[in-house]
Nanobody, 117 residues
Framework: VQLQAYGGGLVQTGDSLILSCAVS????????LGWVRQGPGKDREFVAN????????YYSASVKGRFTISRDSGKKTVYLRMDRLKPEDTAVYYC???????????WGQGTLVTVSS
């Protein structure tokens, strides 16, 4: 299984942006697909997760209500819609997969999101 994230860029405070993660290979319905970010000088931080089969979602407190994670089973793609972006959302965003939320064993390359004030 390979994950490829894309869609990052430079935006302004309050803007919206959608990240995508294309998944190649077999995905099991019990798997969790998520987004994790790492800001400059910060530790890696869990952002959001979706169960591939059931579609149930889970968010960190820092993004809940602003970010929306979803998946398209037909396209084998996971999306992260980010609204009302803040400068503190600036980070490299990684797409990841695993059998448990935030215990990911497969990682894609990151995509950089920069939010200017």
């Amino acid at each position: 299984v390979q994950l490829q994230a894309y869609g990052g860029g430079l935006v302004q405070t309050g803007d919206s942006l959608i990240l995508s993660c294309a998944v190649s290979g077999r995905i099991f319905s019990s798997w969790s697909l998520g987004w994790v970010r790492q800001g400059p000088g910060k530790d890696r931080e869990f952002v959001a997760n979706v169960r591939w089969g059931a579609g149930t979602t889970y968010y960190s407190a820092s993004v809940k209500g602003r970010f929306t994670i979803s998946r398209d089973s037909g396209k084998k793609t996971v999306y992260l819609r980010m609204d009302r972006l803040k400068p503190e959302d600036t980070a490299v965003y990684y797409c990841a997969a695993g059998t448990q939320i935030n215990e990911y064993t497969l990682w894609g390359q990151g995509t950089l999101v920069t939010v200017s004030s």
